[in-house]
């Protein structure tokens, strides 16, 4: 079976994270997070994966390659101005097997039974099949109610006060007859112009609910909670490098004895934990360096960054080769740009005791 990702987004809000490194590529419990969905997708029968990239597309294809490292055949497709989501289905067209095929964005964490959904699909030859999850906040969603039945009734893109906390989850089985139903050559929208101009000509759109484990990583809170449920075992990942715990240390990983290391945290390659220093559910990416009694919860330390001696950041992100002095205390929010540096002690939040 073929599946499309959409993995050309910009990851805006992920920023300075995204700066250099696509949303998809980000390090994820220690491998990039679109590995967890490619193999998930294999798993469940995908042999070709169709990636529709647009911003950083080398990254994508100097990791994946052609794919045989994963057992499955890539093919890229770059966009060079980016199409929306609908366009970018429909740009890969030509390269699609003349059958059902899969569409998954790149970002989306589940535990969603793949398998499952294509045979929905089949059972009520549908058109469309979305696989539909339940929010408490609809608003950052496509909500999509449904009949008794089922069958979509709507499909409404980021709705102010949404209709219903049943949403869009990310992840489509298309009829390839739908690929004819996208104009080709310019921007499309799948969730504000292709689902509901589907709707409105009485196309069979199905929803799937399925409320296994969701998230959608877009957000610096969302991809740190993924990445620890990933180390933890929480969510389930046949791409995972190792046994699931409290902590994933990749290989020369320098972690002190006497330093704590837990709640899912992930230490990359050569990264290093100074004595005393705690970590927990974090994301250390490779050669990050947290030094000597520094505190680091909740927060991303990006590629060859240092946190200084007793630096203590809580839900941070920290870009790649940035440098936090000793000392400096930054909390919730906090985004500092790659290679910026902080002098020791330069921020407080709280009067020294
Ligand atoms: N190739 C390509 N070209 N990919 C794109 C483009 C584009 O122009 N724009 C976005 N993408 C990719 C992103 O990389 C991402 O993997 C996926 O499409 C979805 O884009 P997001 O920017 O993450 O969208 P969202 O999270 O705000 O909303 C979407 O996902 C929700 C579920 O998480 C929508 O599909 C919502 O309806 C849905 O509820
Ligand atoms: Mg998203």
Known sequence: MDAVLLVGGQGTRLRPLTVTTPKPMLPTAGVPFLTH?????????????????SYRPEV??????DGSD????????????????GGAIRNVAGHLRHDDFLVL????????????????????????TL????????????????????????????????????VNAGCYVFAPSV??????????????????????????????????????????AAFVRGSRDLVRGVIASA????????????????????????????????????AGAYVEGSVLFDDADVAAGARVVGSVVGRGARVGEGA??????????????????LVDGARVWPRVVLPDGAVRFSPDA
């Open 179 to 220: 690929l004819d139903r996208i104009p080709a050559g310019r921007p499309v929208s799948v969730e504000r112009e292709t689902f509901p101009g589907l709707l409105a000509s009485g196309a069979r759109v199905y929803g799937h609910v399925d409320l296994a484990y969701w998230l959608d990583l877009g957000t610096p």
């Open 312 to 329: 203590a950041l809580t839900g941070t992100v920290v870009g790649d080769e940035a440098r936090i002095g000793a000392r400096n205390e």
């Open 239 to 274: 791409a995972l490098p190792g046994p699931a715990g409290e902590a994933l240390v990749l290989p020369g990983a320098a972690v002190a004895d006497d330093a704590v290391v837990t709640g899912g945290t992930a230490v990359g390659r050569r990264a290093r934990v100074g």
């Open 70 to 85: 994963l057992g499955l055949r890539i093919t890229y497709v770059t966009e060079d101005v980016p199409l929306g989501t």
């Open 105 to 128: 964005n790149g970002d989306i964490l589940c535990g969603l039974d793949l398998a499952a959904l294509v045979a929905e699909h089949r059972a009520r030859r549908a058109d469309v």
């Open 131 to 166: 696989h539909l999850t339940e929010v408490d906040d609809a608003r950052a969603f496509g909500s999509v109610p449904t009949d008794a039945s089922g069958w979509v009734t709507a499909f409404l893109e980021k709705l102010p006060e949404p209709v219903t906390n049943r």
């Open 37 to 53: 969905l490619l193999v998930r997708a294999r798993d469940a029968g995908v042999d070709h994966a169709i990636l529709s990239t």
């Open 60 to 65: 994508f294809e100097g990791w994946f390659g």
